[in-house]
């Protein structure tokens, strides 16, 4: 079995996140979504609207994710990669070059981004309205 890994907030769900899932899945079997955990959010200066609970519960309910785990510092992702045993790595293009040092445990793919949409811009616009 082909495992692949992937990383985020996943904070205001849109198309986008479900896209990069999609085609996350897509080059392995199972996929593992690590996501920030509201204390890690904390010490990036970056808050969610969702709770670390939340965004796990809603992200357990798509179909291409396989496991939900938490992502508590920076630091983690080779003992992730590791510990569940996987073959990919996948991050979003605006993230490259960043975890080239995970090619020593596994393939790393970043994918491009969806065009027309972010949470950034998703807030933008609801802070406009």
Sequence with gaps: MKKVITYGTFDLLHWGHIKLLERAKQLGDYLVVAISTDEFNLQKQ????????HR?????????VD????EKNWDQKVQDVIDHD????VMGD???GKFD???DYCEVVYLPRTEG???TKI?????NL
């Design 56 to 64: 796990k519960l809603i992200l357990e309910t798509i179909r291409y």
């Design 101 to 103: 040092f995970l090619k």
């Design 46 to 53: 970056k808050k969610a609207y969702h709770s670390y609970e």
């Design 123 to 127: 807030k933008e616009e609801i802070a």
């Design 67 to 70: 496991e939900v785990i938490p």
């Design 94 to 96: 605006d993230w490259e």
């Design 86 to 89: 996987i073959d990919v790595f």
């Design 117 to 119: 949409i972010s949470t």
